[in-house]
């Protein structure tokens, strides 16, 4: 509390540090006060925080996206035709697919986030539940799709041999599918908990088992486009096993808190209503951005193979 002194002119400070604020506390304090370098030190402390989740989501996405470039170096070097395939069968894959499955489960970002700073802990394994359960869902039209994408593609591809083949990895793929949907809701589960690594270590794991099994079923074994599909799908359904594999191992075991087992609360409709709102718009956010890239690849088609 700010006292003047007459004998010495001069305005005197009292620790206050025990009172309530009153209309006589000063608004500011001296550059010296504790709490403005406390101040400074989070602030340097929160960009620390962020650079430390950061880097590793960042790892996370170039080694999931990595998938994409590994078969189509193997395609590559098949044929253009392969080459060609693979790209519109990735293209539609990512987004009759994998876009959707990553939209939907953008909705457990903001709802396992606010049970796990909320203090609702069980609650963070009970969204995940849900989100297994409308993403099992939505895989279902969305293979169904996938059965008939040779025909679908001979639509809008000029080439219809090309789009037979695409049309044939994408059955492939099919695989692959619920280990793709399963790994990005699982993913989301740790993250929530502020691990961001276990993710990124599986992936590290994933990427070359992806190229050696793509490469040996496409070229050793002569299944040519479709065994570079059998690898990725093959390598899709091994991350969510060996995510599961370090929730269950002792490594894991702090992320029990946030499990409370298999629930009946997770089917409740009036409880799946507002993930399903979040998941219909992550959606279309990811469907809108993947969208250029299906227009690039069927207006390529129009030019040619080798284009």
């Known amino acids: 509390m700010a006292q003047y002194s007459a004998e010495s002119g001069e305005v005197q400070y009292e620790a206050v540090r025990d009172l309530p604020p009153s209309e006589s506390t000063p608004l500011l304090t001296d550059s010296s006060s504790p709490a403005l370098v406390s101040s400074k030190d989070d602030v340097w402390s929160e960009i620390w925080l962020l650079m430390r989740y950061a880097l590793p989501l960042i790892a996370t996405y170039l080694l999931q996206y990595s998938w994409c470039i590994i078969v189509t170096f193997i395609s590559g070097h098949l044929s253009a035709d392969d080459l060609a395939a693979a790209s519109i069968g990735m293209t539609t894959m990512n987004i009759v697919g994998f876009a959707a499955f990553e939209g939907m489960a953008t909705a457990l970002d903001t709802l396992c986030s606010q049970a796990y700073g909320s203090?609702?802990?069980v609650g963070v394994g009970l969204h995940v539940q849900r989100m297994m359960i409308i993403i099992m869902c939505a895989a279902v039209p969305i293979g169904a799709i996938w059965v008939v994408s040779p025909w679908l593609l001979s639509l809008f591809v000029k080439q219809h041999h090309l789009a037979v083949l695409a049309g044939t990895f994408l059955r492939v793929s099919i695989i692959g599918m619920p280990g793709y949907a399963s790994f990005e809701a699982l993913k989301r589960f740790l993250q929530a908990q502020?691990?961001?690594?276990?993710a990124m270590c599986v992936l590290v794991i994933c990427a070359p088992v992806n190229a050696l099994l793509s490469w040996l079923f496409a070229s050793k074994l002569g299944m040519g486009l479709a065994g570079?599909?059998?690898?990725?799908?093959?390598t899709n359904n091994l991350r969510p096993t060996l995510l599961l594999l370090y929730i269950v191992s002792p490594a894991g075991t702090w992320s029990h808190q946030c499990w409370g087992g298999f629930s009946r609360?997770?089917?409740?409709?009036?409880?799946?209503w507002p993930m399903l709102k979040l998941s219909v718009a992550g959606t279309a956010v990811n469907l809108a951005e993947w969208a250029a890239f299906e227009i690039v690849t069927f207006s390529t088609s129009y030019l040619g193979t080798e284009q």
């Open 265 to 272: 609360a997770a089917l409740s409709f009036p409880k799946l």
């Open 119 to 121: 203090g609702n802990l």
């Open 228 to 234: 570079a599909a059998l690898g990725a799908a093959l």
């Open 194 to 198: 502020g691990n961001f690594k276990a």
